[in-house]
């Protein structure tokens, strides 16, 4: 199988999980389950839980083990993309090429569609967890709510929105990506290991992948900003400019940007190479450094 | 120890316990932990956790265990405050006598506080609960984030939400307060229950009481909402009127609401009395009957 196929093939079971782990209902208060779908079923390159299953792979984990970790990170990723597109947030309209939630379901739906899908990734663990040991899976869910709190991603995003009124430091946007996007991509790298009971060293070469990559991405995602295609991406280029918030582009220039994406590129390959069966991280590695969304 | 020294003593455990819950710190994106730390420790009856505390003591669990649990339910409790108090929910300015989260922080940030807090309950529990098995834990939690999530707390506020635009009738605003309302106090008795390993009679028993004592004391507060002194409540009164909400008073009236509410009251007491130690159980559902607050 190539790796492309692969990746098509984790796609498509990621988002057939997705769309089983919120039913449609008919109760009074069905509209939170026809928005948290909404978003959910949206679409996206599923990065983050493809890293969740392929990490599982790698260190023997069952697939089936696997998928509600890697369904909670989705939907965690989910709540926190419908929160960020808020009025009183970036204030977006358009996210995956449709209206954001809010413009879709109203401010209110949109705010307890996000704070729903939260509270439900881990109630889908805590529901989907039998064939594991409980100790493994209150590991898992601990890395998991370490990375989704206040000391990962919505820090991360406390720090997006202070940004607004003053430039950060190259060390304080370091510090805003890796815990705005690192951590949840860090967590899927994790989160493998402790499914897999992967050894020390494995551990911290699935670590260093996922913290280049994750940087990587983040650096890809502001030159998009910049030179990206609107219609590609599904939604709005050049805003990061006009909201004045800091961007590596604006840190270390396109030419600065494209040579760091470069760089990290490689060495997120060589913490790959440390890992059996890597050639799939390896390509991933290439494939989210040349993407065009 | 008298039952309203018992009370106080709770209050003053699980006070100082969610204080050190969440500390001080002086990182970059330490305003969010400020704004969290500024509504969880906002004061308030406790009633939740003190809850979480009474029925794990009833069934011999120690108080240190019971404890994480008992911070988690305040925390989800919390955070469910800031997020209806936003613009686009409620609209208030005034909560526990102080400005509302947003009021003082920002809208964003009071989203992030919320979805924080959230995050931080199930945290909290997994960082907290060595001491007992790996699978109490879990199913303590599942517990919780059913509780808490889109068919629990969210649910109810979702239909209190639509409630704004139609006229519930009265089985849909019974709906809306088991939901809203009664599934976290609910959740504190059978959280207790589970942490001590309670029979089935007993865990009927102590579910029963909760469901009573959560419409009671969801009667009562719209009974407050009209009769109430803004000044005990800390929060305005009569906006329920304004806003068009359906109201337990609006449907059976301030003397209907006055009658249903004692017998509520009596069965939570018959409910009670069906568990051991239950003393501060009854105390609890008469206080709860005569509060101005």
């Known amino acids: ?18 769309d089983c782990a919120i039913p449609e209902t008919d109760v009074l208060y069905s509209k939170i389950f026809t928005a948290m779908r909404y978003s959910l079923n949206a679409g996206g390159k599923r990065i983050r839980p493809v890293l ?58 949109a705010v307890l569609a996000g704070d729903a899908l939260l509270n439900r990734a881990f109630e889908h663990v805590l529901s989907n967890s039998n064939s594991i040991s409980a100790d493994v899976t209150l590991r898992a869910m601990k890395c998991l709510a370490k990375a989704s709190g206040a000391d990962g991603m919505i820090g991360g995003q406390m720090i997006d929105m202070q940004s607004e009124n003053r430039e950060l430091s190259l060390s304080e946007t370091e510090l805003l ?22 050894d020390e060293e494995k551990s911290a070469a699935s670590l260093e992948y996922a913290k280049k990559v994750g940087l990587a991405f983040q650096i890809k995602d502001d030159i998009l900003n910049v030179e990206g295609d609107s219609k590609l991406l599904g939604k709005d280029v050049g805003n990061d400019e006009e909201s004045g918030k800091s961007t590596f582009v604006k840190l270390l220039g396109l030419d600065g940007c494209k040579e760091r994406l470069e760089q990290l590129t490689e060495e997120a390959v060589v913490a790959a190479k440390k890992l059996p069966e890597s050639e799939f991280l390896v390509w991933l590695a290439y494939e989210l450094l040349s993407r065009k969304n």
């Open 177 to 198: 990506q890796s815990l705005k996007t690192g951590a949840i991509i860090e967590a899927a790298a994790i989160m493998g290991c402790i499914l897999g009971n992967a």
């Open 52 to 109: 969740v299953l392929e990490f599982s792979r790698i260190f023997g984990v069952d697939e089936s083990v696997a998928m509600p970790f890697a369904v909670a990170l989705e939907m965690i990723h989910t709540y926190s993309l419908i929160h960020d597109d808020l009025p009183c947030m970036d204030d977006d309209d358009l996210r995956r090429g449709r209206p954001t939630n809010h413009k879709m379901f109203g401010e209110a739906t």
């Open 1 to 18: 199988m190539t790796n492309s196929s692969r990746f098509l093939e984790y796609q498509n079971r990621i988002n057939e999980a997705l």
